[in-house]
């Protein structure tokens, strides 16, 4: 997913960033690039690593707005659920973008809002 975000500070773990969106609200990442200041403005893909799991990771959401938010040590995405693939490739929307990520477990009702809760994401520049 390509989003334009706004640095607001640096993490607490090495390269990571807290940002906000236009739109989608805010949460902290690991920052894939050169070094950036709070107060830059960039254009970035998003990317969800590590394997998540169906119904503990990614549940049905409760309602509320699709974006990005953080609690405590969990960055929570909120989105419509696209689709699950045979391989486990998943696709979060977010406004109208895709957000791919992999996941197991059992099937998923698809069209529904959904959160993904993780770790960690991740940020990388992008030249556009």
């Known amino acids: 997913m390509k989003m334009r975000i706004h640095i607001l500070g640096q993490g607490l773990r090495k390269d990571e960033v807290s ?3 236009a739109g989608f609200g805010h949460a902290r990442a690991i920052w894939c ?3 950036v200041q709070p107060g830059e403005e960039l ?3 998003l990317e969800v ?3 998540l799991m169906s119904w503990i990771d990614i549940a049905p959401a409760a309602g509320g707005d699709r974006g990005l938010r953080t609690e405590g040590d969990t960055v929570i995405l909120t989105g ?3 689709n699950i693939e045979e391989d486990g ?3 979060l ?3 109208g973008d895709l957000i791919m990520f992999e996941c197991l477990g ?3 009702v698809l069209g529904g809002l959904v959160e993904i809760r993780t770790r960690e994401i991740r940020l990388y520049p992008v030249n556009l």
């Open 89 to 91: 490739a998943g696709y």
């Open 106 to 108: 059992e099937p998923m």
């Open 19 to 21: 940002f906000s969106t």
């Open 80 to 82: 419509v659920l696209e």
């Open 33 to 35: 690039g050169s070094p």
């Open 93 to 95: 929307r977010m406004g």
């Open 49 to 51: 690593p590590g394997l």
């Open 43 to 45: 254009d970035v893909e």
